[in-house]
């Protein structure tokens, strides 16, 4: 019994720094057509961030409230790189969206060998504050603090996407610039702005996944954003493609199966069922779970 | 509002190409200001085409101008969608292009637009239906419920211009008449440039008529004049008309 609260809770907050990367991801490619490839390194930026501020900003440490201002330095800087990027190199191209992806790849490689030229290749300890290395006795089970706190940050998220997208007008044109950007063109709307916006906030969830990763994992490497956003794509795709919602589901799916499998077959095997996951949910429902925004 | 001399629209040498193929090739049309002008044509000959290259929707060349009320002239080629509607331009596409997974009050507030006061007392007026349907998704409305919201959407702001795309295709006769009804009231405001197949909505609303074949205007004259005239008709628009009045 204990194991199991154990795998689920763990699972759960696995799915959460899934939902984190993949919603910005599905938002991204709902409203604008593009498969963002340099989401992950957004991940590794904000990781790096945090870790680098908790050393070196004044004000910010490992631990309370100085942990907090350097997961928000990360963040922030995830969000700014995200915005730029969108910007200098997305905006441009507006409309032709091979080009943008291949933008997206060749960045994702770009700042990902940047980080690794700066801090180097090999994985650095990353703080964790007190809290989160203690753990709570669930239902008998010594779960690690840090899953609440991954969970946690992705109910915050979810509520608040989903709350945004509902009741402000920059969310209204976004659920229509989902479906159809043009005609949002068409009512005198600039839906670029909404671009920019979207791109930035994508870039702080998953700058906020790269901290929250590297407190789950204990350390951060060049490497790490890319390997999960393998998974947030999987996520992606189960989700819809375009719905929060479903993306929201589809990461819990994801983060259950792949923790189980681990544990009750063999290590590598919960990446396995995660692809057949994939296979199982595309022949039984080519759309994905849902295929509606919120 | 009657018809002036003045010219409000005006494409000269428009072309449009899109996937290869050479779909506009030198339009050359003036809408005046006041009224409705007919955009008429066979299917295929480039009529939504031509509205898409004003608003550009569709890649263009050429020149498209429009000339506000104070006299002054602006370019609308070359710019971006947005800037080209916010001088004051209305669009109801072909195939109405309604939100679906927007409720129709959601899709009147999209249509808000910032440089215009916001009429949906008016549009709720018109359209009774819409008020008491306020909260239904717009993809669950039947084609006529939406094609209100259509032009709802375009009746919400003050406009010079609306582009208007075949507003009664597929109604009933009765849906026909309701929304003729509306766009000659709406008529008497702002001006029209109307692409409709139905020639007696044509006659009761256009005063001018343009008619569009393999992507060049072909003829423009008096609305009337070309309906009279029944061979004039078949030979440009590939129709019988009765003669005389429908
Ligand atoms: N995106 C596109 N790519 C290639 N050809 C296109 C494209 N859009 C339109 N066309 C072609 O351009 C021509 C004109 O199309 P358009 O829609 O303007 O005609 P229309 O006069 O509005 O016809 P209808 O009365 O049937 O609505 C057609 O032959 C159409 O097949
Ligand atoms: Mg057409």
Known sequence: MDTVVLLTVTGLGLAALYFLVASGLSLIFGLMGVLNFAHGAFLTIGAYGTWWASDNLPGAGSTGWGFVLAVAFGVAVGTAVAALVELALIRPLYERHIEQVLVTMGLALALVALVRAIWGADPHPFPRPEWAQRTTSVLGASVPNDRFLLIGSALVVLVAVLAFLRFTRVGLIIRAGVENRSMVTALGIDVRKAFTLVFAVGGAFAALAGALGGIYLGSISPGQGTSLLIFAFIVVVIGGMSSITGTAVAAVLVGLVQQFANYYAASGVGDLSVVLLLAAVLLTRPSGLTARLA | ?246
């Open chain 2, 1 to 246: 509002m009657t018809a002036t001399d003045q010219p409000l629209l005006r494409m000269s040498d428009v072309h449009v190409r899109l996937s290869g193929s050479h779909i506009l090739q030198g339009v050359d049309l003036t809408v005046r200001r006041g009224g409705v002008t007919a955009l008429l044509g066979r299917n295929g000959a480039g009529k939504t085409t031509t509205v898409k290259a004003v608003l550009g929707l569709v890649p263009s060349t050429g020149v498209v101008e429009l000339t506000g009320a104070d006299g002054r002239t602006h370019r609308l080629s070359g710019r971006r969608t947005h800037e080209v509607v916010r001088h004051g331009i209305g669009y109801a596409p072909e195939d109405r292009e309604v939100f679906g997974g927007l409720t129709v009050a959601e899709n009147l507030t999209l249509a808000e637009r910032r440089d215009s006061a916001h009429h949906h007392d008016r549009v709720y007026e018109l359209f009774p239906e819409l008020k008491q349907r306020s909260r239904q998704l717009a993809g669950t409305l039947s084609g006529g419920q939406q094609q209100m919201v259509a032009i709802a959407r375009l009746l919400l702001n003050d406009n010079q211009l609306l582009l208007i795309d075949e507003p009664t295709k597929g109604l009933a006769p009765l849906l026909v008449a309701e929304v003729a009804e509306v766009l000659a009231r709406a008529a008497e405001e702002v001006t029209i440039l109307l692409v409709e197949q139905n020639l007696t909505v044509v006659r009761r609303m256009a005063q001018d008529a343009a008619v569009v074949d393999q992507g060049r205007v072909a003829w423009t004259g008096s609305a009337q004049d070309l309906l009279d005239d029944a061979d004039r008709t078949r030979e440009l628009l590939g129709v019988a008309t009765s003669g005389g009045h429908a």
